[in-house]
C-alpha cells in the first residue's frame, strides 16, 4: 500500500521560507518519479516540481531559482523547500507519485494534460500575505 504524508505548511509574510516534507512508503525496490504539485482556490491544478529515482529534477518556471525538491532515500522522505515566497505562492500543496521511469518534465505537466498521478497525499496549506 503506497502512502504519502505531507508536513510543514503553514502562514508566512512574503519573502520568508519554508519546507515541506513528504513521507512516503509502500514503493520498495520499484522505479517511481515523486512531485509536488499545487491547487489555488479557483484554479488546476499545477505542477510544481518533480523528481525521480535517478535525482533528476524539474521546475514550473514561476518558480525556478525559489523552490528546490529533494528526496532522502534513508528517511524514504520528499523535501520542497519554499524560498523568497510570494503571495500568488498561496495554496494547497500535494506529493503525488507515479510509477515508472516517466521524465520529470512530462511529470510536470501530468495535470495540465488531463492525467493524474497514481498516487496523492491529502496535502498541505501554505499561505503567503503581503
Known amino acids: 500500500q503506497v502512502q504519502l504524508v505531507e508536513s510543514g505548511g503553514g502562514s508566512v509574510q512574503a519573502g520568508e521560507s519554508l519546507r515541506l516534507s513528504c513521507a512516503v512508503s509502500g514503493f520498495a525496490d520499484s522505479k517511481y518519479s515523486l512531485g509536488w504539485f499545487r491547487q489555488a482556490p479557483g484554479k488546476e491544478r499545477e505542477g510544481v516540481a518533480a523528481?525521480?529515482?535517478?535525482?533528476?529534477?524539474a521546475y514550473t518556471d514561476s518558480v525556478k531559482g525559489r523552490f528546490a525538491i529533494s528526496q532522502d532515500n534513508a528517511k524514504n522522505t520528499l523535501y520542497l523547500q519554499l524560498n523568497s515566497l510570494k503571495p500568488e505562492d498561496t495554496a494547497m500543496y500535494y506529493c503525488?507519485?507515479?510509477?515508472?521511469?516517466?521524465?520529470?518534465?512530462?511529470?510536470?505537466?501530468?495535470?495540465?494534460?488531463?492525467?493524474?498521478?497514481?498516487?496523492w497525499g491529502q496535502g498541505t496549506q501554505v499561505t503567503v500575505s503581503s
Open positions: 523528481i525521480d529515482s535517478d535525482g533528476n529534477t
Open positions: 503525488a507519485a507515479v510509477r515508472g521511469e516517466i521524465p520529470v518534465r512530462i511529470v510536470l505537466q501530468i495535470t495540465a494534460a488531463g492525467l493524474t498521478m497514481d498516487y
